[in-house]
């Protein structure tokens, strides 16, 4: 167990709704990531936010957005979704944005698009 | 260019054998990091071992060792003593060290599929 919690685990929905996915780091991590693993894209970077601030962007579609929370807690928004949304969706945490510090990983939301 | 590349889709390893699996990547930047994660088939992402570009000794986590060739840009897992458990999907990740906390995201590589036969 890696200390890092995503809910919901898996997530079916259908074109055009909007899902919010929800992510807890470990205890003590300011900074998160989010990924998305797909089929023909791989894992991908899609956003970091370190202590409540947005600190990158990566390849996050307009659709897509987050947020972090004071309590550090964030969540994924996706609107408008497509087919090709479905994906498994992770993030992971670390205390710092060191070189070092390892990126513990949750066990992902499994979105599913009809 | 690929930032990691590894040239193995799929290996094949028998129990209690050593295996390799490659990874090659591609940076300009002298500090960086570089990781190892398994993924089992339940989907999850779990750690392996990580190298620092600036170590001077190649990482051992367990029966998990990095072979660490700077020169080369390699950073290759080897695993000693397979088990049927080590069944999985193994992604090489690099983290670079400059510019802005964005690039210390992991760019990784397409993963290698191994599967231990008993």
């Known amino acids: 167990d890696s200390g890092v919690t995503q809910t919901p685990k898996h997530l079916i929905t259908a074109t055009g709704q909007r899902v919010t996915l929800r992510c807890s780091p470990r205890?003590?991590?300011?900074?998160v990531y989010w990924y998305q693993q797909s089929l023909d894209q791989g894992l991908q970077f899609l956003i970091q936010?370190?202590?409540?601030?947005?600190?990158a962007k990566g390849n996050i579609l307009e659709r897509f957005s987050a947020q972090q929370f004071p309590d550090l807690h964030s969540e994924l928004n996706l609107s408008s979704l497509e087919l090709g949304d479905s994906a498994l969706y992770f993030c992971?945490?670390?205390?710092?944005?060191?070189?070092?510090?390892?990126?513990?990983f949750g066990p992902g939301t499994r979105l599913l698009v009809l | 260019a690929q930032k990691i590349t590894q040239t193995q889709p799929g290996m094949f390893v028998q129990e209690k054998e050593a295996v390799t699996l490659d990874c090659t990547y591609d940076?300009?930047?002298?500090?960086?990091?570089l990781f190892w994660y398994k993924q089992p088939s339940s989907g999850e992402m779990i750690f392996l071992i990580y190298q620092g570009s600036y170590d001077e000794q190649n990482a051992t986590e367990g029966r998990y060792s990095l072979n660490f060739q700077k020169a080369r840009k390699s950073a290759n897992l080897v695993i000693s003593a397979s088990q049927l458990g080590d069944s999985a999907m193994y992604f090489c990740a690099m983290r670079e060290g400059k510019g802005d906390t964005g690039r210390r995201a992991l760019t990784f590589g397409s993963g290698t599929r191994l599967q231990v036969q008993p």
């Open positions: 940076t300009s930047d002298q500090s960086y990091g």
């Open positions: 936010y370190y202590n409540g601030e947005e600190r």
């Open positions: 205890s003590g991590d300011l900074s």
């Open positions: 992971a945490s670390t205390r710092t944005s060191g070189i070092r510090e390892t990126q513990y």
